[in-house]
């Protein structure tokens, strides 16, 4: 089991340990409803070094992100960010990960720690272009700093403006008076912020840095236990639970990041058109229990007759909604929002409705 | 950790009050923090005689669901219907106002044979 350079924070800070992904990871720090709570009002940091990141360089380097990926990276410009997905050439997905266009040769793919090895095999198997790769995941260390006052409190530490930053971009700049810091305002909480990309040397400047910088605003450590809460009232997609080597993208509703575009041939785009046109047996849906329990993974559901139309991916009690949520695979016939399903929790089935993305609205 | 002198426990981190024929059961301190914050609780065995060691009701934490046993054989004389509302009563006051269920023992024997203060406290390190 790997530290990541944040561990003895970690440990200073009372989390509770868990091995995750291959690393000793802070599942939780005071409690998993009030760090959710400080992301969502306030600001919350994430070590999430355990994450894996992909150089791609090279006059090949959008040749191979445009035949690995399945959205169009063509539209990047420069300091871009933008979510996709390696489809494999089964139906299934090898991982889902950001696309970073730095410039014209030379790109960062970050990925799933989980998927590492995995996708690292996947991507240099279909490099038959010869585009450079390179696997930095040992090298650099990462934090997210979540939450409506995150961005405000990070401005303190660098005199480039990061305050009228879109959605999804990013800037290298001088960081706590670390040059060359990537910082980009992605996140998986949907309560706004940033993640900073450093390298392990810097890691506890910068967090000594970003936790004097966001003291006045209430700042907190968060662990993955409230990560994952918290982009679960999002729908946003969980790797291993919601999508994996078997559902496909059109399948989980990330038909807006497989693109069909002329100038762009990817893996098994022939199969995931046909499925986006002629349709698919199941869907990822979002629901709300309405009896009182809680979804959660790899529960069946049912139909009012008793019939099994699909299983539950992810579930919680959300924090933020006080009611009990979770995403599932059903069969289409039952993914219209407002279409009463039924849960089944302990032997019996417990009434839910069929709702949309985003549980949570800021 | 709070390990109240007063009580019996099992391994699995229940606990239980005698109060002569009667006992009442609840998770305990260490119990209630290794789970984190409860969000529910589940007990639909009101009226039903159940047997030491079997699973008289669940527990859930935001991330976990987790049975809860009954430390010695016994009816299930009341639910404490503070939960339904306030499970979150489990991790303020594991020991009072975060009681579970409350019993009667059919086997008055079986509260011998459960833990000390001090052998629970060996268990979970305090």
Redesign the interface.
């Known amino acids: 089991m790997k530290n990541t350079a944040f561990y003895d924070f970690h440990v200073a800070f009372g989390a509770k340990i868990i091995p995750f992904a291959g690393y000793n990871m802070p599942v939780q720090y005071e409690g998993i409803n009030i760090e959710h709570e400080t992301v969502r009002n306030k600001l919350g940091v994430f070590d999430v070094s355990h994450m894996g990141e992909f150089w791609v360089k090279g006059p090949k380097a959008l040749d191979f992100i445009q035949k690995v990926t399945s959205n169009d990276a063509s539209v990047l410009v420069n300091g871009k960010v933008q979510y996709s997905c390696f489809p494999n050439d089964k139906g299934g997905i090898v991982d889902d990960l950001l696309v970073y266009k730095v410039d014209d040769q030379t790109y960062l793919l970050v990925v799933n720690a989980s998927n590492i090895e995995k996708d690292w095999e996947w991507c240099n198997k279909q490099n038959t272009m010869g585009a450079t790769l390179y696997n930095a995941s040992d090298e650099i260390s990462q934090l997210a700093v979540q939450g409506p006052l995150a961005l405000k409190a990070m401005q303190k530490l660098t005199d480039t403006p990061i305050l009228d930053m879109e959605y999804y971009t990013f800037k290298k700049l001088t960081f706590a008076g670390v040059k060359d810091v990537i910082f980009a305002t992605t996140g998986y909480t949907g309560s706004g912020g940033c993640e900073i990309y450093i390298a392990n040397a810097d890691a506890a400047k910068i967090w000594n840095a970003v936790f004097e910088a966001g003291k006045e605003f209430g700042i907190k450590p968060i662990g993955l236990a409230a990560r994952d809460t918290l982009r679960l009232e999002m729908g946003f997609c969980l790797y291993g639970n919601d999508i994996n080597d078997t559902t496909s993208p059109i399948e989980a509703g990330l038909g807006w990041i497989t693109k069909f575009v002329a100038n762009k041939d990817f893996i098994n785009k022939p199969a995931l058109l046909k499925q986006k046109t002629e349709g698919t047996t199941k869907k990822l849906v979002g629901f709300e229990m309405l009896d009182k329990g809680i979804p959660r993974h790899e529960y069946m559901i049912e139909d009012a007759s008793g019939n099994i139309i699909g299983e539950v991916t992810s579930g919680t009690m959300a924090p933020s909604l006080k009611i009990a949520i979770g995403m599932c695979y059903v069969k289409t016939e039952f993914a219209k929002a407002g279409t009463e399903i039924f849960i089944k929790i302990r032997d019996k089935a417990l009434k839910a409705k069929v709702v949309k993305f985003p549980f949570y609205k800021a | 950790m709070k390990v109240p002198e007063n009580l019996k426990y099992t391994k699995d981190h229940e606990w239980l009050r005698v109060e002569g024929n009667e006992a009442y059961v609840g998770i305990t301190d260490y119990a209630q923090g290794e789970l984190?914050?409860i969000?529910?609780v589940?007990v639909e065995t009101v009226g039903e005689t159940i047997e030491k060691e079997e699973s008289f009701g669940?527990i859930?934490?935001?991330?976990t669901?987790s049975d809860m046993f009954m430390p010695v054989s016994g009816e299930i004389l009341e639910f404490n219907s503070k939960l339904e509302a306030t499970p979150e009563l489990i991790n303020k006051d594991p020991f009072g106002d975060g009681w579970v269920i409350k019993i009667r023992l059919t086997n008055n024997a079986e509260v011998n044979e459960l833990l000390t203060p001090a052998q629970y406290k060996e268990i979970i390190g305090a």
């Open positions: 984190g914050d969000v529910y589940e669940t859930e934490a935001v991330k669901v």
